[in-house]
T-cell receptor, first 114, second 118 residues
């Protein structure tokens, strides 16, 4: 069973640029959630995708957007990057069947905005 | 909105000893799930243990166990026979059991950094 993978591992951008982060869900998982983890903090929920539609959003502005594809992989797009967007971005996948709907996390993408 | 508080930014434990990490949460819901995640320097968040709020029995996974006090809204993690590989950030997390949009959303605490002393 393949786990959750994310790319790239690290990324450096400048303020005002746009970035796309990618996530491949664990096999059999149909729901993807994205989290932002600032240095020294716990992860903060950005949004969740199910059946290719956004299905819940945290307190993040519209310049944070996403996509989920038919194979359940996902992208996180951030426009007009700000210095405070520097963080570890975590993707987590889960499936709607079964109890607990345990989320499995990827290794994250470290984004640095200069 | 739910909140999760971890009051211990850092903890240390001697190898083979026992350590308890604290977590409190605030919610108006009666049914929910609680989790402890471990995040080693490799950054990958790993599920350590989970508890369903409707279950009175405390969850146990090998050397890891929890003390779930629903009325006090407390969910502490006990690590027995600590090993060097237990050194990591530990996050307590809450998830609602209600369905609907964003229902898989996890609310995390700020974490506790655990050091294991040889």
């Amino acid at each position: 069973e393949t786990g959750v993978t994310q790319s790239p591992t690290h990324l450096i951008k400048t303020r005002g640029q746009q970035v796309t982060l990618r996530c491949s869900s664990q096999s059999g998982h149909n729901t993807v959630s994205w989290y932002q983890q600032a240095l020294g903090q716990g992860p903060q929920f950005i949004f969740q995708y199910y059946r290719e539609e956004e299905n819940g959003r945290g307190n993040f502005p519209p310049r944070f957007s996403g996509l989920q594809f038919p194979n359940y992989s996902s992208e996180l797009n951030v426009n007009a990057l700000e210095l405070d967007d520097s963080a570890l971005y975590l993707c987590a996948s889960s499936r709607t069947s079964g109890s607990m709907h345990e989320q499995f996390f990827g290794p994250g993408t470290r984004l640095t905005v200069l | 909105a739910q909140t999760v508080t971890q009051s211990q930014p850092e903890m240390s434990v001697q190898e083979a000893e026992t350590v308890t990490l604290s977590c409190t949460y605030d919610t108006s819901e009666s049914d929910y799930y609680l989790f402890w995640y471990k995040q080693p320097p490799s950054r990958q968040m790993i599920l350590v243990i989970r508890q369903e709020a409707y279950k009175q029995q405390n969850a146990t996974e090998n050397r890891f166990s929890v003390n779930f006090q629903k009325a006090a809204k407390s969910f502490s993690l006990k690590i027995s026979d600590s090993q060097l590989g237990d050194a990591a950030m530990y996050f307590c997390a809450y998830r609602s059991a209600l369905g609907g949009a964003g229902s898989y959303q996890l609310t995390f605490g700020k974490g506790t950094k655990l050091s294991v002393i040889p």
